[in-house]
């Protein structure tokens, strides 16, 4: 069936440094892949998405690779501030429903 | 635009008693889905809705119902409320199509079921 998963429970990184948060996927007919970011007692906040006929898409601070030839997918979040702790979460979307992986807690180090 | 809202923030029920999760939202999005997400854990997808009058099952449908009778609101029922749906719910909605499926999300339902 399809999955979603993360290779990474939890990310520490030092304030200022680049992370990097990795999730695998099953389904090759996902049409979408999305990133989320959700603050503790919040709903998750969307961050950025790419197509399946992308290899990479920039946003502000962020960026996300498909690598379709192993099923992965990762979100760089360049120049980790405090305000970017959080859990991170990846999904895809296959024919109309999107599915969630199970999330990864990224913690800032001062 | 007030997004999505949902309704109650919280409540407690006790097992076999049933009630209704509200969901609007007023950015006239066609795609509309309810989630669940147990502590420390992911969201599962419940059911979601392409447009009024039209749902579907998602990965965990058992227990729940919904209906989407206009475009803005998309009800979850649970029928018979068990302690396996102690849970806080998130409803979301976005647009579908090539422009990609950037999902709004509510504030969540924290619901206990004792």
């Known amino acids: 069936g399809e999955s979603v998963g993360l290779h990474l429970p939890t990310l520490s990184v030092q304030e200022g440094d680049n992370s990097i948060i990795n999730c695998a996927y099953s389904?090759?007919?996902?049409?979408?892949f999305i990133w989320y970011k959700q603050e503790s007692g919040k709903g998750p906040q969307f961050i950025i998405d790419?197509?399946?006929?992308?290899d990479k898409r920039q946003g502000q601070r962020v960026t996300v690779l498909l690598n379709k030839t192993v099923k992965h997918l990762s979100l760089q979040i360049a120049a980790t501030q405090p305000g970017d702790s959080a859990v991170y979460f990846c999904?895809?979307?296959?024919?109309?429903?999107?599915?969630f992986g199970s999330g990864t807690r990224l913690s800032i180090r001062p | 635009n007030a997004g999505v809202t949902q309704t109650p923030k919280f409540q407690v029920l006790k097992t076999g008693q049933s009630m209704t999760l509200q969901c609007a939202q007023d950015?006239?999005?066609?795609?509309m889905s309810w989630y669940r997400q147990d502590p420390g854990m992911g969201l599962r997808l419940i059911h979601y809705s392409v447009g009024a009058g039209i749902t579907d099952q998602g990965e965990v449908p058992n227990g729940y119902n919904v209906s989407r009778s206009t475009t803005e609101d998309f009800p979850l029922r649970l029928l018979s409320a068990a302690p396996s749906q102690t849970s806080v719910y998130f409803c979301?909605?976005?647009?579908?199509?090539?422009?990609?499926?950037?999902?709004?999300f509510g504030p969540g339902t924290r619901l206990t079921v004792t």
């Open positions: 979301a909605s976005s647009y579908s199509g090539q422009g990609g499926y950037e999902q709004y």
């Open positions: 950015m006239n999005h066609e795609y």
């Open positions: 790419i197509r399946s006929n992308m």
């Open positions: 389904n090759s007919a996902s049409d979408y």
């Open positions: 999904a895809e979307k296959g024919a109309s429903k999107i599915i």
